[in-house]
Structure formats: C-alpha cells, structure tokens
C-alpha cells in the first residue's frame, strides 16, 4: 500500500465534469420547456371530461411523488397516506368555514398543520423499522378517520357528511368557480405536480438524498461514520409528508369538499398502487403510475368490473415490469440509445 | 489514551465479557487483541466503540468517560472502526462513500487515503460489484477518514493473503508511528499481531489472561493454555 502518513494536502478526487455539467443544463432547459408546453394541454385537450381525468391523475401523481421519495430514499412504505391526503383537506376547510381565513390563509394554514403533524408523528415512528412504520401511519390515518366523525367533532368536521367549503375570495386569481373548473384548475394542479416533481429531484440529487440513501444502504456503518440517522430520516418523513399535504390541499380545492373518504386507507392505497405501477426509482415513474392507474379506473369502471380489472392489471403490470412502467419506458429508451449508436458506429 | 475498566458484557444469560480492565497508555501505538473464537474480542470492540452497552464498568478516553456516549459522537471524537464483516455501503459507489464520510468529518486528505489504499482504479465502481479484498481497504479507508485518534480494526485482515495481510500491518505501522493514531486491531492471524503490535492484549471465555508485551504475552502460559489447550 501506499504511503499515508505524509502531510502534504491535495485537491478534492473529483470536480463535476464539463460534460455533465452541460447535462444537468440541457436538463434543466428541456424541464422548464416542458412545464411551459404543459400550461397549454387544456388548449389541446378541450374535452373537459379528459381533463378532469388528466387532473385526477396529476393530483394522485403528487401524493405518488411523495410517497415514491420516502419508499427510494428510506426505504420506507407509508400505509396511512390518507392521513396526509385528508388531514390537509379539513384543515383547509377548517381554515375557511370555521376560522374565517382566506383561501390564501387557509392553503398555508392546511400545509403547515399538515407538515407540522408530521414532523410531530414522524419523530415518532420513524425510528420503527419498515413494517411497523407501515402499520403506525397506517393506524394514524384511521384514528384520524375515526375522530372525523366523532360525533363531538360533528360541528367542526360535519361527522360523515363531510365539510362542504366556501371560499372568501379566490386563489391565485381563481375563484372557487375556477377551481372546480377542469381548464382553469388545470394550470395550478400542473404546476404543483412539477414543483413536487423538481423538489423530490433536487432533494435526492442533494447531500441529503445521498446520506438518506447511505443510511438505507447500511445506517450503522453510517453512525460510525459520524452521522446522526435519525434527523434525516425525520426530514425525510416530513418532506414526503408536505408533498402528500399538496395533494391533500388540491384535492380540497378542487372539490371544496372534505370527507372522511380522503382518511381512509383506500385513497392512500391509490397512490400506493399508483406509485408501484409507476415505479420509484425515478421522479417521474410515480407520475406515470398515477395516469396509468387514473386512466385504468376510468377504462374498468365502464365495464362494471373495477376492482377485478384493477387488481388483474395491477399484478400484470408489478410481474411484467418489477421496476414499475417507468422502469419498461427507461429500459426501452435505452435499447433505442444503443441501437441508434451502433447504427451511427457502423455508418462511419 | 484508552482506559477500559472492570467492562462486563452479557447476551441474556450468557457473559460475553467479564471484568476486562487494560490501558493504552501511549497515542501511536498497534494494540492487538488476540484470543481464540469465543474469547470476547469483539464484543470487547463493540463495548469499546459503543456499539454494545456494557452491563457494567465503563471506557475511558483521554481521561473522559464516554460510555453512554453515542455510536456518532465517538466517532466526531476521533474513534472510528471497521468491521469483521465488511461494512461498506452497497449501492453507493467507492467515490460517493469516501467523499459523503469525508465531508461530514472534514477530512482534508482523502485523496492520501484514497492512495494509499489503492483505491483509484475502483472508485466509480458500486462497491458492492467490487473484489472482496478492496471492499476491506474501503472498509479500513471508512475508519481512516477524518483523522481519528484511535482506530478500532476488527479482524482487518480477514479475506486477505498472507503477503496482503504483511503489507496491511507494515502500513498500519507506518500509519500509527508518523500520524499518532493510535490503533486496536482484534485479528486471528497471531504471527502477524505477535510480529508488528506493539503491545497485545489476550483474553478467553470473555475474561483477561495477560496484557503486555509481545514476548510477555507470548511465553505467558495461560495464552499458551488458551491456544493450544495445554499449559508448556
């Protein structure tokens, strides 16, 4: 082996290359383009029914990002992600019948209540190894279900009846007519969706993605390295929460409408599902999970047969492609990469 | 440098370690600790970096009590381990690793390190797609990151030839003379702990035989008892 213990400093192994630097910045401009083209869908797509499905798809996308950053970056499966899809929802509809908050007011009151509670039960389970954590969030999003419709909650809650919301005033120009309006909500439900999409991508290209993977990998190797594991397991938690708490919120605005349905563990079970169809291991897999799986319910339900059509194509879909339809796409652009190349090789 | 005192370790009923008392008195020194299978020798490592709880007695470092202190605290410390298992992070690529740990810790010189464990030509490599061999040296080269004071090496030569095993030692000693780390090294192959460590500690069934010099611990007849099952 070499010598070690002569003093002399040197430069850091490795500075980020030209050439992917020029990647990241070809990257960056191809996703500003493609937020840009996507404002103008309802342009193109002018039925408002698609639409809404498209919109149902995007918001579950949200939830789904959130929920594939905790799964690929912990290792970590949420069971109770209704509670961060419902909590948010009545808080928002708290905020604006009962407070008497403005649309504004009551969005930030719901993302912070929602963020706020997460952190507070994150700091508790969080340190449960992965099925227990599953089953805790899970049995979170069912008491809270249970205290919705409590009959002592009823006057805050509306008890099974759900809280119906009316908005003083509009968000971000939209009034609550906007909001239910397929065309006009659609720019903010893309907008939110490419925001949680470019959070989740800065976050696990960060430091922070990386000891939270390093921690997966083998945190006690990563405590004798130095590392408190359990912050950023926190953070991380919180994190996947918030963006959870989006969808939670859009849902809310788009339906001024809070049940304790959005509690129970079928919504979440959506995005679950939705996320596994997709796959997590990129940003976009989620998203793609989520159109698949909207765009699947709306096929089956005309049949009459959803839940046998859903499960059937949901096992198809897991068996063919273990890493989820993003997996297929990313493997099937590959091929096409290399086939291209070679041809370019055996031209010259 | 190190003080252990009347550390006692058990695993339900059974006492893996007993009463263990020994002092690294000296920073820059190879410490082996040897013993046969069973003996305690990592548990002792594990009491030592926190890893295990001792039931009772406490570890001293510099003076300072530090047995409730956290596995990462000890480590920002200056105490760092590697492991009898490799324990690397698979799925992160040699690079990745090094540089992750050397940027918690400040480690001014990693490229040294990464020289020095002949890691260059690895270094893009996942680490869990590379030769066993240099999955030890990234292990060893995780301890070595951030200029720690004592190193804890639990069988760092396990896996590795008779002339890697050498070379390993010849480095370790260079390392704890020129730096002042100061190193324990729990290892199975004696004649390497007998050739290069300045003192040795023996223990069997959890408890201490001797400790001393290499001589003294070699013709000392309870360590000839241990090892060969009779006393010379």
Redesign the interface.
Known sequence: ??????????????ATSPMSRHLVRSGLWLWIAIVVIGLFVPKLLTSSFYLGLLINGMVLGVAAVGIGFLMQQCGLVMFGVAAFIGLPAYLLGIGSMHLSLGPHAAVLFALLGSTAFAALVGALVVRARPLPFAMLTLALAQMLKSVSTLQAMRPVTGGDDGLTMTFAGGFLGLSQAQLAKASTFWPLAWLALCAAMTLVWVATHS?FG??L??TQ??E??????????YLPRLAAFTLAAFIISVSGVLTGLNSAFASPELLDFATGGHALVAMLVGGASTVFGPVLGSLLYTWGQDAFGATGHLELLTGIAVVAVIAAFPKGASGFVIQMARKVAGTSRKDRDAAR | MLRVEDLSVSYGSVQALEGVSFEVAKAGVLHGIIGPNGAGKSTLMDAITGRRKPTRGRVLVDGDDITNRTVAWRRRQGMSRSFQRTSIFPGLTVREQLELVASELGEPNLDQIIDAFELRVVLDEPADSIAYGDQRRVDIALAMIGQPKLMLLDEPAAGLSTAETIALFEHLTVLVRQRGVTALVVEHDVDAVFRFCDDITALDLGKLLVTGKPAAVRSDPRVICAYLGTAA
């Open positions: 082996m070499a010598d070690l213990a002569s003093p002399a400093a040197t430069t850091p192994a490795r430091r990386q000891i993977r390093a990998a083998n006690e190797r990563m405590r004798f390295s130095g590392f408190d594991t």
